[in-house]
């Protein structure tokens, strides 16, 4: 089980990225575009900014540098777990 207890990270985000990390399952909008890093894509997916600082020093800190920081790695994350990503192309 990943570790969010230094982060202030909704619940469902958590849950999100987790799944993300450990099995390979997309994200929503929001969560793509912050892993993306498209800042303007992930402002304009929240409603909630917030815990977005939180979120991202999480991604930063935590997250495998594999899966985030650009669209091709996000893809390619996904592309590299059976378990749903190889239903995504990269295009």
């Not at 099995?23 to 929240?46: E, H, K, M, Q």
């Not at 020093?57 to 996904?78: F, M, T, Y």
Request: hydrophobic share 40%; glycine share 6%.
């Amino acid at each position: 089980m990943l570790d969010f207890n230094d982060y202030n990270v909704p619940k469902n985000i958590q849950t999100a990225l987790t799944d993300y990390v450990e099995r390979g399952i997309p994200v929503g909008g929001f969560l793509y575009a912050v892993l993306s890093n498209d800042l303007f894509g992930a402002v304009n997916r929240t409603e909630d900014l917030d815990s977005f600082k939180d979120i991202a020093n999480w991604i930063h800190d935590c997250a495998p540098q594999a899966c985030w920081g650009s669209e091709a790695k996000v893809i390619r994350w996904l592309q590299e777990h059976p378990e749903r990503g190889n239903t995504i192309k990269l295009t």
